[in-house]
């Protein structure tokens, strides 16, 4: 039996530069992405018949074939050829439809885990090309840590170590947002924005990526990398959930160094500078809205993807 640690993402930038010329229905993407030490933990347990069951307690989990951590685990059996099924048990600690990649990283750790578990020997570049077959943030939750995305998000570059960064997220329980609903939604309002060939795209994506923000990470600077976070999708998510604006601010009034939706939401962050700041900002946010369905998380930076916790 394999348990594995499975980090949560939230994306420091995200620039959407136009439709992907070669995937239809996806556009091409500028990001930052960094790994958090909010993760959920899997366990797998081999079988001697060749069933891939899912369990998990969450709800809003489904514990079928739609799961994307069934259909890691369906990819890499087809690629092993007979080694037997597996049970796949998902302790859920990362929120559902949140904007943090929770699902991509379960298919991340099943990737990784069923390597182990069957021996198979993948190179990380021959788990990286399964990733990118299930989503597009499956890459980067693999190796984890701190990496510009380009392309879909699946073409990846690692950038300095950010480890030990402090951050708060803040979301209502109830409150989910579909990513095909956000980018279609973009894709609606700003489409006429959008570079349309292959040299518009690629002067944008030159340009693009914030220098600055590289060169504020490069040089681990907090306060002036805050100063260049940016989120495409907060122009359709924000003024379609107002509540989700409302946490934005509260962040700020509360003095965050920056604070940010991640990915396509809900989800909102905030950078701060210390551990004990980031309990201290939980406790303000709580004391301000007083309401039992915001959920808050201090977290902080972490340098790992998918990481085994024990094995037996
Ligand atoms: O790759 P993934 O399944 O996570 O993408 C979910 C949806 O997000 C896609 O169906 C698409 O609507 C949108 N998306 C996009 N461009 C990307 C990544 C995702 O439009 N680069």
């Keep these: 039996m394999y348990r594995l640690a499975a980090p949560a993402k939230i994306n420091l ?7 992907r010329l070669e995937s239809h229905g996806f556009h091409e993407l500028v990001m930052v992405m960094q790994a958090i030490t909010l993760a959920d933990h899997i366990e797998l347990t081999p079988r001697l018949d060749d069933g891939i069951y899912i369990d998990c307690a969450h709800p809003l989990v489904p514990c079928d074939p739609s799961n994307l951590a069934y259909r890691a685990a369906k990819l890499l059996q087809k690629q092993a050829g007979d080694r037997g099924g597996v049970d796949i048990y998902i302790e859920k600690r990362i929120p559902v439809g949140a904007g943090l990649a929770g699902g991509s990283t379960n298919a ?3 990737l990784v885990g069923l390597d182990l578990l069957w021996d ?3 190179t990380q570049e021959e788990l990286q090309a399964l990733a990118a077959q299930l989503g597009s943030d499956v890459p980067f939750c693999l190796r984890g840590g701190t990496a510009l995305a380009l392309g879909r998000g699946d073409e990846l570059t690692p950038l300095v170590n950010l480890e030990g960064m402090s951050v708060v997220l803040a979301k209502y329980r109830a409150l989910s947002v579909s990513t095909p609903w ?3 939604t973009y894709r609606q309002q700003f489409q006429t924005t959008y570079a349309q060939t292959a040299a518009e795209q690629e002067q944008q994506r030159l340009q ?3 220098p600055e923000l590289l060169r504020t990470i490069a040089q681990r600077d907090l306060q002036n990398l805050s100063q260049h976070l940016k989120n495409d999708l907060e122009k359709v998510v924000l003024p379609a959930y107002p509540n989700v604006q409302h ?3 509260a962040f700020a009034d ?6 940010m939706m991640s990915g396509s939401g809900p989800t909102v962050f905030a950078l701060v500078e210390t551990h004990d700041k980031a309990a201290e900002l939980c406790q303000h946010m709580a004391d301000k809205f007083q309401d039992p369905d915001l959920e808050l998380w201090p977290c902080e930076f972490c340098s790992q993807g998918i990481h085994l916790i024990s094995s037996s």
Aim: hydrophobic share 50%.
């Design 108 to 110: 991340a750790a099943v």
């Design 247 to 249: 946490l934005r601010q």
């Design 182 to 184: 956000a980018y279609q």
């Design 208 to 210: 693009g990526g914030s």
């Design 254 to 259: 509360f003095g965050a160094v920056g604070t």
């Design 13 to 19: 930038f995200l620039q959407i530069i136009g439709d």
């Design 120 to 122: 198979l020997g993948l």
